[in-house]
């Protein structure tokens, strides 16, 4: 297997951010630098032996499709078409990668061979209705496609998304196979309900959080007259949001839990320690960037990001931490709500210097979701569980400390001696 991760590095030390703190709270989602693209992440492109296997006509199982944001309304769609069929049931599927290394993460990504098509969000056209039922199978649909000419090979980056593959516009697009539908999706997609309770019934129904993202983005949830695509993006954050909300108006029935608890994992150069507290919901999250990750070049120290919500939630996005906040969010409600229990969370999330480039907030939700599953360390008081955490974090407590809205509940002086 190539070795993409070298080809990354040697990318990354050509490159210098546009600016310190503009980079790392953009991350490539925004553009906040005024650019049409991000300039980081142009550079972050590799070639591929599976290049030759690329042909004007590919014929190939399809695991779900992809909804572009540029130009919105009018946006590019197409499905995803493998060209390992062999791995195609995984491959556009994150609830499977868990334990992937970078280069194995790129390589089974760029098997994917992404189709485009422009269309505008609200059209009923034959190819977006293809499009939607690939998205809505629960297995991979083959697929037989043509393209304008052979599809480029590359494979670009997201903070928000995966990795993407090689890309090709549509000259012809054709369904070559049955989709497995299932009865209650075919239900909840007919209902006149709106696309947010449409995604917690599915959820509800026990379909993971990504089938619930490729179905909301299809743009076949909600009513009749407001049913539009959703770029895949923007459904990513906007399902772990929906999700989210839901399982807090939940949680806020049931008991609080009686001690403190501790959940840790590490995954990806991504460690996490995640705190809950015997009080109502409230949440918080610190996402502290070590030097010399792709949006800390420039920097000699670890830069801190830190968002928050009350008991009654919050009116405004998370714009310090983008995405990886409400998939964090998602990954710690998930498992209070399976508890059946109420409690007040604290995320600590420090990204080290090998997270040498975006793979999506998949990772953040699945280190969560990691977490989440081990068993606890359990605490009688709040200093005790923060001298645990001390214990496995890089950065001070007291940097956190000085930070925090929840710990502070406490007078200060309390923590000192963490």
């Not at 800390?296 to 990886?324: C, D, F, V, W």
């Not at 480039?357 to 709040?382: C, D, F, H, I, Q």
């Not at 001390?390 to 809205?405: F, V």
Request: hydrophobic share 35%; glycine share 6%.
């Amino acid at each position: 297997m190539p070795d993409y991760k070298c080809q990354i590095v040697k990318a990354i030390n050509k490159l210098r951010p546009m600016s310190k703190e503009v980079c790392l709270r953009c991350k490539s989602s925004r553009l906040l630098c005024g650019r049409p693209s991000c300039p980081l992440l142009a550079k972050l492109k590799i070639q591929s032996p599976l290049e030759d296997k690329l042909k004007e006509d590919i014929y190939g199982p399809s695991p779900g499709i992809f909804v572009g944001h540029r130009g919105y309304p009018d946006v590019f769609i197409g499905p995803l078409t493998s060209l390992e069929p062999e791995l195609a049931e995984i491959s556009d599927n994150p609830n499977r990668w868990y334990g992937f290394d970078f280069n194995e993460i790129i390589k089974l990504r760029s098997t994917l061979v992404r189709s485009k098509s422009r269309q505008n969000v609200k059209e009923k056209t034959r190819l977006v209705e293809k499009s939607q039922e690939i998205a809505l199978s629960l297995k991979p649909t083959y697929t037989e496609i043509s393209f304008e000419r052979k599809p480029s090979f590359s494979v670009s980056f997201s903070t928000l998304s995966q990795p993407q593959g090689p890309v090709g516009l549509i000259k012809k697009f054709d369904i070559a196979g049955n989709t497995k539908i299932p009865e209650k999706v075919d239900s909840v997609v007919g209902d006149e309900i709106s696309s947010t309770e449409a995604a917690m019934l599915l959820f509800k129904s026990g379909y993971d959080v990504y089938y619930v993202t490729k179905v909301l983005s299809s743009g076949v949830l909600g009513r009749e007259d407001r049913k539009k695509l959703v770029p895949t993006r923007w459904s990513i954050t906007a399902t772990d949001d929906i999700l989210g909300k839901a399982m807090i108006n939940e949680i806020k029935d049931y008991p609080v839990i009686n001690e403190y608890r501790v959940y840790s994992n590490t995954y990806l150069d991504n460690h996490f320690e995640i705190l809950l507290l015997p009080r109502k919901w409230e949440y918080e999250q610190f996402e502290a960037w070590a030097p010399n990750t792709l949006w800390t070049l420039a920097m000699e120290k670890p830069a801190i990001n830190y968002e928050y919500e009350g008991y009654h939630g919050r009116s405004n996005y998370a714009e310090q931490e983008g995405g990886g906040y409400y998939a964090a969010r998602f990954g710690v409600l998930e498992a209070i709500a399976k508890l059946r229990k109420q409690a007040c969370a604290v995320v600590f999330r420090e990204i080290y210097e090998g997270y040498i480039m975006p793979v999506g907030v998949w990772e953040v939700r699945e280190n969560v979701r990691k977490a989440m599953a081990s068993e606890p360390y359990k605490y009688n008081t709040l200093n005790e569980a923060l001298n645990s955490i001390s214990k496995r974090l890089k950065i001070p407590m007291n940097e956190y400390l000085t930070r925090t809205r929840i710990l502070r509940q406490r007078r200060l002086e309390d923590f000192l001696n963490v």
